[in-house]
């Protein structure tokens, strides 16, 4: 079975990100419990008191997952990339359940438990201690399940912003398009739910019968020893080795995450320095601000969206001139843009082959006609940039039969191929082009700026490594559109041949 294959031959890899899942769920589900349990009492104990904070953990919970990474990512200390800010909002998002049922346990105790403790002389701390939150205790431990299997879940998405686990395999098979690398982490992570669902509804049954010591304490023994072990062999996947350590990203396309390999393995063949590897962290801005505040030391960036997106600048269209004015805007944030790899990567305004060949279409200008019986779909940040879609529409007339879909940069190219979209914006060098038998539309008015691709670095760790530098100077001008695009259609083609059934 291919999955299996996939599990066999990734065996290293998948323990570490396995392990990293547990820990990130096992550290945020325990500091939760800790915070959640206090404040449950509170909430039973003075409602007025506790009301806020319960209302506060309502609002969280309405809050998407990936925005929360997002709003989180800038803020200091809890803010940046990996585990930390993963684990942050893992115990903001498993508070509601874990304080809800708490305050629900203690809510239904029979109030003549509460008295009979009372006339026997026990005070309030003795009471909650020996008699409410004994009785509570089973209400207690359905919140912690239900906490812990949604953490499990939201877990998958840190790996968005360089937290690691399964969510790693989801994403890295999205943007491949590849259904066994996507199931390779799904499947684990819906196994770790279930496991953790099940072990957790042994101990709260047992608590409810009074067999904690047969059913409960058991199952509490070996759910804490899973998580010791995982947390260890995790540990060591988080843990920084300071200057010796220099740390590569990529955005989350497949030639992102190609391009962040060979600067890897580029530093690797040439230099003693240890390379860790932050690949398919997500879109333009999580790359940036993961360089500036030091949690990447260089990933590859393409000038035209650095010029609109990221120092805002009007779209000029002359290459030497937009080189030359993203090298001073970098070197004032501390940044260095090195010389060019050779390839440009421009935006591809694709529609299907065959409605190209019946309509004779093959510039933008020519398709602007027809733009009004078609439905559009492009990439989150296409729709927003100064050089994406309102600009684009400016200048060549493009009205739809109804606002451009927003859709994932990994989906779009089977959408079109599909007939669900019938313009997209996608990579000039994407191998999906030719395997799927689009056709690129012309910039016939000039539209896009250059996109000649770079890497860009953090001054310091170029300082601290001068060999880095001098090995990734060999890339300069050595990577062409054509070398590119060939492997991107390599790619492609091998992923596919892994997809088919062995």
């Known amino acids: 079975m291919t999955l299996l294959h996939f599990w066999r031959t990734h065996a290293a890899e998948f323990a570490t990100l396995f392990g990293q899942h547990v820990l990130l769920v096992g550290a945020s589900t325990l500091v939760a ?32 997952s990936l925005a929360m990474f997002g709003f989180l990512l800038p803020l200091p200390f809890v ?19 874990i304080v809800r049922t708490t305050t629900a346990g203690l809510r239904s105790i029979d109030r003549v438990l509460i008295e009979a403790g009372t006339a026997m002389g026990m005070t309030p701390a003795q009471l909650m201690r020996e008699v409410e939150l004994p009785l509570a205790l089973p209400s207690i431990v359905a919140g912690i399940r239900v906490a812990a299997v949604i953490g499990v879940g939201t877990a ?62 058991s199952a509490v023994v070996v759910a804490a020893a899973l998580i010791a072990i995982a947390a260890g062999a995790a540990g060591m996947a988080y843990t920084r080795h300071g200057a010796d350590v220099v740390r590569v990203g990529s955005k989350n396309f497949t030639e992102q995450i190609v391009l962040g390999e060979i600067v890897a393995q580029t530093i690797e063949a040439r230099t003693s320095v240890r390379v860790e590897r932050r690949l398919n962290l997500g879109g333009t801005f999580i790359c940036d601000r993961a360089l500036r505040s030091g949690d990447i030391d260089a990933y590859v960036e393409y000038s035209g969206t650095a010029q609109t997106a990221i120092f805002h600048q009007p779209v000029d269209t002359d290459r030497h001139r937009v080189f030359e004015a993203l090298r001073r805007l970098y070197a004032e944030s501390g940044l260095t843009l090195l010389d060019p790899l050779g390839f440009e990567n421009t935006f591809a305004m694709l529609i299907r082959g065959d409605e190209a060949a019946r309509l004779g279409l093959q510039t933008l200008s020519g398709a602007a006609a027809h733009a009004p019986a078609w439905r559009a779909g492009f990439g989150y940040e296409f729709l927003q940039r100064e050089d994406g879609y309102p600009g684009l529409a400016r200048t060549y007339g493009l009205r739809f039969a109804a606002p451009p879909t927003a859709m994932d940069l990994s989906l779009i190219y089977r959408a079109l191929a599909q007939g669900q979209v019938d313009l997209v914006a996608g990579d000039a060098t994407s191998g999906l082009i030719d395997a799927y038998g689009l056709v690129m539309l012309q910039d016939d008015r000039h539209y896009f700026p250059p ?17 880095v530098r001098a090995a990734l100077a060999t890339l300069s001008g050595r990577i062409t559109v054509a070398d590119m695009a060939l492997v991107m259609h390599r790619s492609w083609r091998r992923h596919r041949s892994v997809m088919r059934p062995s």
Request: glycine share 12%; charged share 15%.
């Open 33 to 64: 419990i800790c915070a959640g349990v206090p404040i449950g009492i509170l909430a039973a104990r003075r409602p007025r008191a506790g009301a806020p904070i319960v209302w506060l953990a309502n609002v969280v919970q309405t809050i998407p």
């Open 79 to 97: 803010g940046g990339l990996g585990a930390r800010v993963a684990i942050f909002v893992l115990i903001l998002y498993a508070l509601l359940p």
């Open 156 to 217: 998958t998405i840190a790996a968005a912003v360089g937290a690691g686990g399964l969510g790693e395999y989801i994403f890295r098979g999205l943007s491949m398009v590849d259904s066994t690398v996507i199931l390779a982490g799904a499947v684990p992570s819906a196994l770790l739910a279930l496991a953790i669902d099940g072990a957790l509804t042994l101990v709260e049954r047992a608590l409810k019968t009074g067999r904690v010591a047969r059913g409960g304490r």
């Open 451 to 467: 996109y000649d691709a770079a890497i860009v670095a953090r001054a310091p760790a170029l300082l601290a490594h001068p060999d």
